[in-house]
């Protein structure tokens, strides 16, 4: 497992100047070690390397002989990127071109301390001494291991972007000894936490859209394409925000998850949306937009948090979930004419009353092999209790929202 911290600086010019000469003759070796990956159609790297070194020693001879390592290294990564794109069919051009350079550096050509972060150039050795954000401190202190290899980026104005990355081992997951079933739809999730059902609001459709109605009005006719619309577009920074909220999220599950030592049971949904997941939107693009956030990134954002922490992952069959009987396993019918209660649905064969978005959790525990189903009584009709979107986002842990709600009850 790794994460990558950037780290931004000013330096002075003559810093920035044996910088710029390293990565200008970076470029050269990495474009030269892509036509030969090209030419001699391969991507690996011991063969890059074995093909260009000796030419690219004799070309770059004060440059230090690291950095034909790690732009063969470099090249080779692209060209394997490149080569998935292709087969995809997602590549627009019939060879990768490099336009952006990230100079990748090996454990001997940089050198770290809190101090300073020492950069080998072709006069020496170049320090610069960032200032380090809150994210840095928070791997450096919780057992990630800075790793070897390193990168850097020159930006306008003497800016030098580094890129540190931290590494940390998997934990083994536990053998799990309860289970927290979470089901995923358009606006909410809901989790089953110690047999109570709680439904957390995300908003993603409502989001999403709300996205889409700001990019048509920024577009208004024009190309997407279009510089100055594709620079507006990036201001929204829509994907950032979202994947904070999955992330966010992902955390407050996988955490309540860790520290009861359950296992997530999750839907295991396929990446392409099924036609009846994301209704009554038209547009196909913005279906898939909706669809991405509000299941499959969310599905991905709690896998790997939960890999993060060594908490187990059961997948199982989403078909169903919400339309069958987990007790007798007969169809739930919903009353077609919506009524008083229209997320209340009866048990075609025992007669007992289900909530629609409880339903599907009783499902997801069942078919991960846990039996617990509680229908809701007689009279009953009542929605899980619903935690607003800026209450959990604030909120500290799961346990917490619901240690809360119980204060709350019982003073009624
Ligand atoms: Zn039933």
Known sequence: ????????????????????????????????????????????????????YRTEREKHKDLPSHYIYTACEDASERLDSFEKLKKRGKAYTDKPSVRKVTVHLDDHLWRFSLDKISISTKKGRVSISPAFPKVFWRYYNTGWRIASEARFRLLKGNVVEFYVVFKRDEPKPYEPKAFIPVDLNEDSISVLVDGKPTLLETNTRKITLGYEYRRKAITAGKSTKVREVRRKFMRLRERDKKADIRRKLA??????????????????????????MVKDIKDKQLRLRIYRSAFSSMKNAIIEKAREFGVPILLVNPSYTSSTCPVHGAKVVYRPDGGDAPRVGVCEKGKERWHRDVIALYNLAKRAGDVSPVPLGSKESHDPPTVKFGRWLRAKSLHSIMNERKMIEMRV
Request: glycine fraction near 2%; charged fraction near 40%.
């Open 251 to 276: 955390k407050l599950i996988v955490k309540e998850a860790y520290e009861s030592r359950s296992a997530i049971i999750l839907e295991d949904l396929p990446r392409r949306a099924p036609e009846h």
């Open 1 to 52: 497992m790794e994460r990558a911290v950037k780290l931004r600086v000013k330096v002075d010019y003559k810093t920035y100047q044996k910088l710029r000469e390293v990565e200008e003759e970076y470029r050269e070796v990495l474009e030269d070690a892509m036509n030969y990956g090209l030419s001699n159609k391969t991507t690996s790297f011991t063969r890059i390397k074995a093909g260009v």
